[in-house]
Protein backbone atom coordinates (compact mmCIF):
# COMPACT_ATOMS: atom_id res chain seq x y z
CA UNK A 1 0.00 0.00 0.00
CA UNK A 2 1.20 3.89 -0.85
CA UNK A 3 1.15 6.09 2.00
CA UNK A 4 -2.11 7.82 0.63
CA UNK A 5 -3.91 4.77 1.52
CA UNK A 6 -2.07 3.73 5.09
CA UNK A 7 -3.14 7.87 5.98
CA UNK A 8 -6.48 7.14 4.74
CA UNK A 9 -6.91 3.50 6.32
CA UNK A 10 -4.94 5.12 9.41
CA UNK A 11 -7.71 8.02 9.12
CA UNK A 12 -11.09 5.90 9.10
CA UNK A 13 -9.98 3.82 11.98
CA UNK A 14 -9.52 6.95 14.13
CA UNK A 15 -13.22 7.99 12.92
CA UNK A 16 -14.31 4.55 13.81
CA UNK A 17 -12.74 5.00 17.02
CA UNK A 18 -13.66 8.26 18.14
CA UNK A 19 -17.21 7.97 16.97
CA UNK A 20 -17.54 4.76 19.62
CA UNK A 21 -16.24 6.60 22.21
CA UNK A 22 -18.53 9.45 21.78
CA UNK A 23 -21.43 6.65 21.20
CA UNK A 24 -21.04 4.84 24.45
CA UNK A 25 -20.20 8.11 26.06
CA UNK A 26 -16.71 7.08 27.09
CA UNK A 27 -14.22 10.00 27.07
CA UNK A 28 -10.22 9.28 28.24
CA UNK A 29 -8.85 11.46 30.88
CA UNK A 30 -5.12 11.35 32.48
CA UNK A 31 -5.77 11.51 36.37
CA UNK A 32 -2.18 11.88 37.27
CA UNK A 33 0.02 13.22 34.42
CA UNK A 34 3.32 12.10 36.54
CA UNK A 35 2.09 8.31 36.82
CA UNK A 36 1.23 8.39 33.45
CA UNK A 37 -2.13 6.02 34.03
CA UNK A 38 -5.25 6.84 31.87
CA UNK A 39 -8.65 5.90 33.25
CA UNK A 40 -11.98 5.93 31.16
CA UNK A 41 -14.64 7.57 32.88
CA UNK A 42 -18.32 7.96 31.45
CA UNK A 43 -19.59 11.60 30.27
CA UNK A 44 -22.17 11.66 33.55
CA UNK A 45 -19.44 11.05 35.56
CA UNK A 46 -16.55 12.97 34.72
CA UNK A 47 -19.16 15.16 34.77
CA UNK A 48 -20.08 14.84 38.15
CA UNK A 49 -16.50 14.85 39.55
CA UNK A 50 -15.38 18.39 38.37
CA UNK A 51 -18.92 20.06 39.37
CA UNK A 52 -20.11 20.53 42.94
CA UNK A 53 -22.58 17.85 44.03
CA UNK A 54 -25.23 20.41 45.63
CA UNK A 55 -26.03 21.14 42.28
CA UNK A 56 -26.95 17.84 41.91
CA UNK A 57 -28.66 17.01 45.12
CA UNK A 58 -31.36 20.10 44.75
CA UNK A 59 -29.12 22.64 46.92
CA UNK A 60 -28.67 25.77 46.01
CA UNK A 61 -25.81 27.89 48.26
CA UNK A 62 -24.60 31.41 48.47
CA UNK A 63 -22.30 30.15 45.78
CA UNK A 64 -24.72 30.02 43.36
CA UNK A 65 -25.35 33.76 43.44
CA UNK A 66 -23.21 35.85 41.15
CA UNK A 67 -22.19 39.36 41.54
CA UNK A 68 -20.43 41.25 39.07
CA UNK A 69 -20.01 45.24 38.59
CA UNK A 70 -17.88 46.76 36.19
CA UNK A 71 -16.96 50.32 35.18
CA UNK A 72 -19.66 51.84 32.54
CA UNK A 73 -17.52 54.62 31.07
CA UNK A 74 -19.31 58.20 31.03
CA UNK A 75 -17.81 61.97 31.87
CA UNK A 76 -18.83 63.18 35.33
CA UNK A 77 -19.29 60.98 38.09
CA UNK A 78 -18.04 57.28 37.75
CA UNK A 79 -21.10 54.76 36.70
CA UNK A 80 -20.68 50.96 37.75
CA UNK A 81 -23.24 48.00 35.91
CA UNK A 82 -23.91 45.61 38.82
CA UNK A 83 -25.48 42.06 37.60
CA UNK A 84 -26.99 39.78 40.51
CA UNK A 85 -27.70 36.50 38.82
CA UNK A 86 -28.77 32.91 40.19
CA UNK A 87 -26.82 30.32 38.73
CA UNK A 88 -28.31 27.51 40.46
CA UNK A 89 -29.79 24.93 37.78
CA UNK A 90 -31.72 22.56 40.47
CA UNK A 91 -33.45 23.69 43.43
CA UNK A 92 -36.09 26.37 44.84
CA UNK A 93 -35.21 30.42 44.14
CA UNK A 94 -33.12 31.87 47.22
CA UNK A 95 -35.01 34.70 48.72
CA UNK A 96 -34.43 37.81 50.85
CA UNK A 97 -30.70 37.76 49.50
CA UNK A 98 -28.59 40.11 51.43
CA UNK A 99 -25.23 41.81 50.54
CA UNK A 100 -22.46 43.52 52.23
CA UNK A 101 -22.58 46.99 50.74
CA UNK A 102 -20.75 49.13 52.95
CA UNK A 103 -22.23 52.66 53.21
CA UNK A 104 -23.77 52.35 49.18
CA UNK A 105 -25.34 55.51 47.96
CA UNK A 106 -25.21 56.37 44.35
CA UNK A 107 -25.57 59.70 42.62
CA UNK A 108 -27.81 58.32 40.29
CA UNK A 109 -31.95 56.43 41.65
CA UNK A 110 -31.31 53.15 42.15
CA UNK A 111 -35.16 51.17 41.63
CA UNK A 112 -35.39 50.12 45.97
CA UNK A 113 -37.43 47.15 44.18
CA UNK A 114 -33.93 45.85 42.97
CA UNK A 115 -31.69 46.62 45.09
CA UNK A 116 -31.63 48.77 48.54
CA UNK A 117 -29.42 49.59 51.46
CA UNK A 118 -31.27 48.54 54.77
CA UNK A 119 -28.32 49.69 56.80
CA UNK A 120 -24.54 50.06 56.65
CA UNK A 121 -23.46 46.79 55.15
CA UNK A 122 -26.40 45.13 54.43
CA UNK A 123 -28.38 45.50 50.81
CA UNK A 124 -31.02 43.52 50.07
CA UNK A 125 -31.70 42.63 46.53
CA UNK A 126 -34.67 42.51 44.96
CA UNK A 127 -36.66 43.56 47.10
CA UNK A 128 -36.23 39.87 49.22
CA UNK A 129 -38.42 38.10 46.48
CA UNK A 130 -37.03 35.02 45.58
CA UNK A 131 -34.09 35.03 42.69
CA UNK A 132 -35.15 32.89 40.12
CA UNK A 133 -33.06 30.37 37.86
CA UNK A 134 -30.76 32.16 35.98
CA UNK A 135 -32.88 35.33 36.68
CA UNK A 136 -30.45 38.56 35.75
CA UNK A 137 -30.92 41.39 38.51
CA UNK A 138 -29.03 44.45 36.59
CA UNK A 139 -28.81 48.24 37.66
CA UNK A 140 -26.24 51.15 37.73
CA UNK A 141 -25.55 53.46 39.98
CA UNK A 142 -23.15 56.38 40.36
CA UNK A 143 -20.03 57.23 42.72
CA UNK A 144 -16.34 58.24 42.77
CA UNK A 145 -15.74 55.18 43.80
CA UNK A 146 -16.92 51.55 43.08
CA UNK A 147 -18.29 49.81 46.08
CA UNK A 148 -17.21 46.08 47.34
CA UNK A 149 -20.34 44.19 47.19
CA UNK A 150 -20.23 40.14 48.30
CA UNK A 151 -22.74 37.71 49.53
CA UNK A 152 -23.88 38.13 53.03
CA UNK A 153 -27.18 35.93 53.25
CA UNK A 154 -30.04 34.28 52.24
CA UNK A 155 -32.70 31.82 52.96
CA UNK A 156 -32.22 28.85 50.24
CA UNK A 157 -35.09 26.26 50.59
Given at each position: MGCVQIFFCFLVVMIIICSVGFNTGKFLHFANEGDNK??????EEAYLS???????????????ISISQSRYSTSGIPQYVVQIVNTCVFGCAPSNIHLHCGWFASARIVNPRSFKRVSYDDCLV????????SQIIRFTYANSFMYPLEFKTANFC
Open positions: TTAYKQTHRKLKLHGICSNRDNGGRPLKN
